[in-house]
């Protein structure tokens, strides 16, 4: 148990067809699934900048100058919907989910996986930098903001290449402070909003320990994703 000022987000990832959208939407489309991933706050900011959290019994003291979220992101409509495929598979695929999608208000950024950690090298590991490319155009053409996963430095430089607007940093990543750390320091130097998803084990030092090393590494536009 912790007790905290953090921004407080919940997020609700439930794989959706289409058919729910036209019912909660009022529009029509082919059958198509995507991540749904729904952000609700309790406080107008990410995160404050004095955190007290309480931890394995041992009270740490954080401060942390965090950009608010609002700041970078736009927040007038709630909830802030960041939606789209798990994995970018086609341009098809990615145009047609994303003109959909920029068809719900509360839709603010799409996301979609071009690199995809497999835990065997047999299955499909993302179509990689072309579906930056993919992501270039669905900005363009529907205005959404863009995000993708990030597990290596090169993933990141191609990223920003292709004008990604948020990164993100997975469950697995963030559980090897190594690994973190690398992506910290190719960040440095570069004004990007990053995502960190919690652990894939319940470890609250990892999680916060991958935001303190962004934060060292210069970024203040941090969100804490569980």
Known sequence: QFTHKLFRIN????????????????????????????????????LSLKCSIFTFGTRMKNELTITPLEEWLPVSDKPLVISGPCSAESYAQVMETARELSKIPQVRVFRAGIWKPRTRPTGFEGVGIEGLKWLQEVKAETGL????????PGHIESALKHDIDILWFGARTVVNPFTVQELCDSLKGHDVPVMVKNPLHPDFKLWLGAIERLHKAGIRKIAAVH
């Open 11 to 46: 997020v609700l990832c439930d794989r959706i067809t289409a058919g729910k959208f036209r019912n909660n939407y009022g529009f029509n489309s082919k059958p198509l699934f995507c991540y749904w991933r729904r952000i609700l706050s309790y406080h107008e900011t990410l």
């Open 145 to 152: 903001l863009t995000t993708v996963e990030v597990a290596k």
